[in-house]
């Protein structure tokens, strides 16, 4: 049983990851703490919930986190995922309650209460760093950070230099990089090849379920910008790749590396500067994932969805 915390920013692509961690019998979701991203904090902590209902556990407890970056404006991105975050289905008001703990404490509570945690993180790293900064003794007791972030051969999805998740928080992600914890990184490099084409998405529909028809409708929306953006077949599911690393990690391949965050230019703001080449000397800090088997990540989604209502 793999122990883990989410951490996210729902998002279409966080809500396929958070229902796939549901699904799955191997992974006990501990809690799922909502930062600001994708959309304001008010809307990301309230994604959280209707998802947990969607897949009929209301019991998950969710609790809402920082409301900004550490030291930037907030940068959302509603011209990907819609006004409310999830376009793409109906959407209701959930009735299970926020927690009113605030989501960093409820972090640092968890892990240094609990041991072997995995931090599964979807969003900018806001809330970890805040964690880190707070609670330095918590670094030693995390068992792994699996993210979304990042890109090197990609080039960056909200700058030319950055991915959105790093950019909005590169503070924070400078702090999460430096704490020495086992990190794996999901960056675009990986997640532009785990295209949601139109006989994948179809697979969604074609379940007869609730989860999978709300899959399918969410994906539609989603995928409209990124196919028009990319020219490709599909748009890339990103942040789904987290769980389905803790599930399946052979179907993934990378390097450890070393990556530092772009802070002081602003052209370059939210950078990865990964060393793919081991051309600096510096010491690894993180396992990179360059490559996936997408037919083998579809199949685990679609399989594992099956579970759900
Ligand atoms: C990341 O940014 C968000 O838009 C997605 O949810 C994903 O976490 C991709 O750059
Ligand atoms: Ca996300």
């Known amino acids: 049983m793999q122990k883990i915390i989410i951490d996210t920013d729902p998002g279409q692509d966080d809500a396929v990851a958070i229902l796939l961690a549901l699904a799955a019998p191997e992974i006990k979701v501990l809690g799922i703490t909502a930062v600001a991203g994708n959309v304001p904090l008010a809307l990301t902590e309230k994604n959280a919930r209707i998802i947990c209902e969607l897949a009929g556990r209301p019991d998950i407890k969710v609790f809402a986190g920082a409301a900004r970056p550490m030291k930037r404006e907030l940068v959302t991105a509603e011209y990907v995922h819609g006004k409310t975050g999830l376009n793409g289905p109906e959407l209701w008001e959930p009735k299970m309650p926020l ?3 605030h989501a960093v404490d409820f972090i640092i509570e968890t892990l240094r209460s609990t041991d072997d945690v995995i931090l599964c993180v979807l969003g900018p790293l806001t809330n970890i760093a805040m964690a880190l900064t707070k609670a330095p003794d918590i670094a030693v ?3 792994q950070i699996v993210l979304m972030g990042g890109g090197c051969f990609e080039g960056g999805n909200t700058t030319p230099a950055a991915e959105f998740n790093i950019y909005v928080d590169p503070h924070a992600a400078k702090i999460v990089f430096a704490a020495g914890i086992d990190l794996v990184v999901m960056p675009l490099d990986v997640t532009h090849k785990a295209l949601a084409t139109r006989p994948r998405v179809a697979a969604f529909a074609g379940m007869g379920t609730k989860v999978g028809r709300f899959t399918a409708e969410m994906l539609d929306f989603f995928e409209r910008f990124d196919m028009a953006k990319y020219g490709s077949e599909g748009g890339p599911l990103h942040d789904p790749n987290v769980i389905a690393y803790l599930l399946a990690p052979e179907i993934y391949t990378g390097r450890d590396v070393n990556i530092e965050i772009e802070t002081a230019s602003e052209l370059t703001m939210g950078m990865t ?6 051309v600096t000397g510096r010491t690894p800090n993180a396992r990179y994932i360059r490559d996936l088997d997408s ?4 199949d685990l989604l679609v399989r594992r969805f099956k579970s759900l209502p």
């Open 141 to 143: 007791r995390i068992k």
């Open 99 to 101: 927690q009113p703990q």
């Open 273 to 278: 500067v990964v060393d793919w080449w081991g």
């Open 295 to 298: 037919d083998a990540f579809f």
